[in-house]
């Protein structure tokens, strides 16, 4: 019998790895399968959701419902509300944050290269004509 030869490479998959590899891409497959599934499920739970409330609207008053009872849970508007209103108050901090730090960083700028040129404002007059020339500060 002939020597078998080695797999020298080392970016080669072993017969463990490429199994591993072809397990992972199939729960990866599965669970997004899964996903599609469920956003059509979602999808059409709201065209179904918007069509009967097209209808309760065409209803006469006393027979439709007020739309305080499509509401599944009366709680999760405020709890949506506060979030909303956490994650504002998160983003105004952040952003007062990054402009505080710019402002900084432009006052030691100007106090680096702008605040140490400081010299006297020189302004010459031409003798025989009215032209002016001054120094920029």
Not at 67 to 80: H, N, T, V, Y
Not at 110 to 136: C, G, N, P, W, Y
């Given at each position: 019998?002939?020597?078998?030869?080695?797999?020298?490479?080392?970016?080669?998959?072993s017969?463990?790895?490429?199994?591993?590899?072809?397990?992972?891409?199939?729960?990866?497959?599965?669970?997004e399968?899964?996903?599609?599934?469920?956003?059509?499920?979602?999808?059409?739970?709201?065209?179904?959701?918007?069509?009967?409330?097209?209808?309760?609207?065409?209803?006469?008053?006393?027979?439709?419902?007020?739309?305080?009872?499509?509401?599944?849970?009366?709680?999760?508007?405020?709890?949506?509300?506060?979030?909303?209103?956490?994650?504002?108050?998160?983003?105004?901090?952040?952003l007062?944050?990054?402009?505080?730090?710019?402002?900084?960083?432009?006052?030691?700028?100007?106090?680096?290269?702008?605040?140490?040129?400081?010299?006297?404002?020189i302004?010459?007059?031409?003798?025989?004509?009215?032209?002016?020339?001054?120094?920029?500060?």
């Amino acid at each position: 019998a002939a020597p078998v030869d080695d797999i020298d490479d080392v970016k080669a998959y072993s017969i463990e790895e490429a199994k591993q590899k072809r397990e992972h891409e199939k729960m990866l497959k599965t669970a997004e399968d899964k996903k599609i599934k469920v956003r059509k499920t979602i999808a059409t739970l709201r065209s179904k959701f918007k069509k009967l409330k097209v209808v309760n609207k065409d209803l006469p008053n006393h027979l439709a419902l007020v739309a305080k009872d499509f509401e599944m849970d009366p709680q999760m508007g405020s709890i949506i509300a506060q979030e909303v209103s956490d994650s504002k108050d998160l983003i105004r901090k952040q952003l007062a944050w990054n402009s505080e730090k710019h402002r900084l960083q432009l006052m030691k700028l100007r106090k680096r290269f702008k605040d140490v040129v400081a010299t006297d404002r020189i302004v010459l007059h031409a003798v025989e004509s009215d032209h002016v020339v001054s120094t920029f500060r």
